[in-house]
């Protein structure tokens, strides 16, 4: 991963890159009106380094390039597929485009030389603010037969749909479901894509960052503490 | 004043007095086909005593025979992973710990090897700390498999197994409170490190456990596997082979006892499980018997492992050495409980500033991890724990995702019972040992 030193804080990552960003900013500001890190102490680093993620270069390392060239093969029409690939911490992300996914996961799971049999897991993340297409779904898939993990990411603006991928790994069901009902994220082609966590008549998808976390405020001894995403946050 | 077919009245002393007899059941049974299949549909939970908590079955019944089940699931929903957006990380330890409150220590760990992770200092953490890391997943394991084994015996018919199972996990619960000051929900797994080092009481504790519990296991196969009802309601129960498991996603004993011996601890090895000898144990009967068979060979399998992390454990530093990450001090009994070290109080507040300033910013700030996305996953009692851990720089997670077992697992009822008894959707779902805290989060 590439580290780039921020410029401007009010500009999403994603923006400038025209890529699905990685990582929104946090909050600089809000620390009894000082302005920049606020931080004097050193302790969380003077400058706050802004992080973009690019395409890994070739070579990936490790077992990467040898999913990569095999999925490449397996799957011609891969590079319309394949927004980029990124190699961070030891671990392979492809961003497959939306309406890919289904097919990709086909080929995963099927070719002699990927076998990826198991569907890990599937969730959710909700980058608003920092990009256009906020909610990123990331299939962890798990080689069996070599040892192997590869997490396949999807990002999909609000109200876009994405394809099921429980024609081919029926362990999906319910993990989408559970993102249907967190985040709102339709999958096409779901047989039952019903909430799941939450009561049926619920409104609204709680795991979205803009749904508050609500709470009461707590009296303890005389002092009132408020609900936890009204307290102050040292940043 | 009418008299009736079914109210005959006859005229006495005190009056007219009418015998009311039975309404028209003979003709009205007489009009029903016995042999027709009518369908009904039960309800079975959320608050049943056979659901291993508030798992809700919406049953399709043709007689005693289910033709179709619904698993509702959501009752317990708690919204851990959207609670942990709004603390700092090391405060998430609390609130991983009660997803699945069978698993604590596991739970702890596999947060904690997602944030170490994150943190680039996964090879930083000592021996010592990743020794008593798998010590107590280890007695986790052998707990919660006490636990299933004790709460499936109930649900088939085996009360006393119930009391002897849960009677047994206590000691083990013992020594966890030994360890961290609570039997459950501990909380003491950090990222970096432990909350506290282990005491040598507790080391002794786990060492009269070791004898023990081999004697107690010969005890309950004793009892379990040659009576003739355990084994009626055990095997050829909820079959589900490989190609069904791989397909649900199910792993763990259920996906070991159809013959596939996957085990993260053998196949993508962490917290240095290569280097302890021990077997993945498993069955061919992909039944319930088969797990049963699973689980008490795994017991045995991580009371080995517990043998050797306890030769292993060598003195050392039980935090990472960055004391950017490392908590500030050093816990210590006190005459109000678990808090700072007196030694440490007097350094901060009468010493050095620095070392106040220092405590207080990682106390109420906590640390920074740099951006980006992990997934972790270990072998839990139930199966693949995974967690999915997104950081965007700050001092909180920006997303935990759990991949839970029971979540995954519980999706295998309707394969597993659809077309069986209804008896045996009791010993199918058990055989799964779902925990709802941790399916529903």
């Known amino acids: 991963m590439s580290i780039q030193p921020g410029t401007d804080s009010s500009v999403p990552v994603g923006a400038e890159l025209g890529a699905p960003a990685q990582t929104p900013p946090s909050p600089d500001k809000g620390m009894f009106g000082v302005k920049g890190t606020g931080d004097v102490s050193g302790f969380g680093r003077l400058a706050r380094p802004r992080p973009a993620v690019f395409d ?21 029409a891969l590079s319309e597929a394949i927004e980029k690939v990124v190699v961070d911490r030891a671990e392979l992300t492809l961003h497959v485009r939306a309406e890919h996914i289904a097919e990709v996961c086909q080929v995963m799971r099927d070719d002699a030389s990927l076998r990826f049999e198991l569907c890990s897991s599937v969730d959710a993340v909700d980058y608003l603010g920092s990009d256009e297409r906020r909610f990123h779904v990331a299939y962890q898939l798990t080689s069996m037969t070599y040892r192997r993990r590869v997490r396949l990411e999807v990002a999909v603006a609000d109200g876009v749909t994405v394809p099921s991928v429980t024609q081919v790994y029926p362990t999906a069901d319910w993990q989408e479901r559970e993102i249907y009902d967190m985040f709102g994220v339709v999958f096409t082609g779901h047989p039952n894509l019903t909430r799941i966590l939450m009561p049926d008549d619920w409104e609204g998808h709680p795991q979205r960052k803009d749904y508050p976390l609500g709470g009461v405020p707590v009296e303890y001894k005389g002092a009132e503490i408020p609900p936890p995403d009204q307290r102050r946050v040292y940043q | 004043m009418t008299t009736s077919e079914y109210a005959s009245a006859r005229e006495t002393t005190e009056g007219r007095v009418f015998t009311v ?9 007489a009009s029903v086909d016995p042999l027709s299949n009518e369908k009904i549909v039960v309800n079975m939970g959320p608050q049943h005593p056979s659901t291993h908590g508030v798992l809700r079955l919406v049953l399709e019944l043709e007689g005693e025979t289910v033709t179709d089940v619904r698993p509702v ?8 992973e959207k609670n942990l957006e709004y ?4 405060q998430g330890v609390t609130f991983v710990t009660r997803m699945d409150y069978l698993a604590n220590m596991s739970n702890e760990t596999a947060y904690c090897l ?6 680039g200092i996964t090879d930083q953490i000592t021996e010592r700390v990743t020794t008593i890391r798998v010590l107590f997943m280890e007695l986790q ?13 109930m649900e088939l018919g085996a009360i006393s197994m119930m009391l002897y199972g849960f009677r047994e996990r206590e000691y083990i619960l013992d020594i966890f409170e030994e360890t961290s000051g609570l039997r459950m929900n501990n909380g003491y797994i950090r990222p ?12 002794r504790k786990i060492r009269d456990f070791l004898k023990y519990l081999p004697k107690k296991l010969k005890e309950y196969e004793a009892m379990l596997s040659g009576q003739i009802i355990w084994q009626q309601r055990t095997q050829g129960v909820a079959v589900l082979d490989v190609t069904g498991c791989l397909a649900l996603g199910i792993t763990g004993p259920v996906l070991r006892s159809a013959g596939l011996p996957w085990d993260l601890r053998k196949t993508m090895p962490y917290c240095g499980y290569e280097n302890y000898e021990f077997d993945v144990p498993t069955a061919t009967t992909a039944d319930v018997w088969g797990r049963y068979l699973v689980r008490m060979a795994e017991i045995r399998e991580s009371l080995k492992i517990v043998e050797q992390a306890l030769d292993r454990l060598r003195p050392g530093p039980i935090w990472i050495e960055d004391k950017k990450i490392a908590w500030p001090s050093q816990l210590a009994l006190g005459l109000d409980g678990l808090g700072n070290s007196l030694e440490h109080v007097a350094k901060i507040m009468g010493q050095s500033m620095e070392s106040l300033i220092h ?14 996305q992990v997934y972790v996953a270990i072998e839990h009692p139930r199966g693949e724990l995974g967690v999915h851990a997104v950081s965007d720089g700050g001092t909180h997670p920006y997303r935990v995702h759990y991949r839970e077992p029971s979540f995954v697992n519980l999706q295998a009822i309707p394969a597993m019972a659809e077309g069986a008894l209804l008896a045996d959707v009791i010993a199918g779902g058990a055989s799964l040992d779902p925990v709802m805290g941790g399916c529903d989060r």
């Open chain 2, 359 to 372: 405590h207080f910013k990682l106390v109420t700030e906590g640390f920074r991890v740099p951006p980006g």
């Open chain 1, 56 to 76: 890994s270069p070739r070579p990936y390392g490790e077992y990467f390039d040898d999913v990569y060239d095999a999925l490449e093969e397996a799957y011609p």
């Open chain 2, 73 to 80: 699931i959501g009752y317990l929903h708690t919204g851990i």
């Open chain 2, 87 to 90: 603390r700092n990380w090391t």
């Open chain 2, 141 to 153: 394991r052998i707990a919660s498999h006490l636990v299933w084994l004790a709460t499936t015996g």
């Open chain 2, 114 to 119: 997602a944030v170490e992770k994150l943190l």
């Open chain 2, 21 to 29: 007899t039975g309404g028209d059941w003979d003709s009205l049974t």
């Open chain 2, 192 to 203: 970096g490190g432990l909350a506290q080092d282990i005491p040598d009481s507790a080391v």
